[in-house]
């Protein structure tokens, strides 16, 4: 079993900036493709960024150029800083990846519980 925990959510006026994190630990052999989704209310689940294994990055087109997605190979860590936060930033991110778990080396993906991030204008 793999598990993802999430931590650096919060509350932050418009402009400000957060630094989420997501560490993976548990039967992990490798780790293929990391990334952050979000869920406002009332809207689906959309890709805010993802990294590759190999370090490629992919941006949802609303917040390229204000978010940067990072990861510690070692740590089997995500990182998203967010800069220029803007209300409609709010919703619940969450934390992805993409893991070939043991002993099985079964690929599957697996989810973190959210956290929520809030931004006031």
């Known amino acids: 079993q793999v598990q993802l925990v999430e931590s650096g959510g919060g509350l932050v006026q418009a402009g400000g900036s957060l630094r989420l994190s997501c560490a993976a630990s548990?039967?992990?052999?490798?780790?293929?493709?990391m990334g952050w989704y979000r869920q406002a209310p009332g809207k689906q689940r959309e890709l805010v960024a993802s990294?590759?294994?190999?370090?490629?990055?992919n941006y949802a087109g609303s917040v390229k150029g204000r978010f940067t997605i990072s990861r510690d190979y070692a740590k089997n860590t995500v990182y998203l800083l967010m800069n220029s936060l803007k209300p409609e930033d709010t919703a619940v991110y969450y934390c992805n990846a993409v893991v070939r778990d043991t002993p099985r080396l079964s690929l599957r993906n697996y989810w973190g519980q959210g956290t929520q991030v809030t931004v006031s204008s």
């Open positions: 990294i590759t294994d190999g370090g490629r990055t």
């Open positions: 548990g039967s992990i052999f490798s780790i293929n493709d």
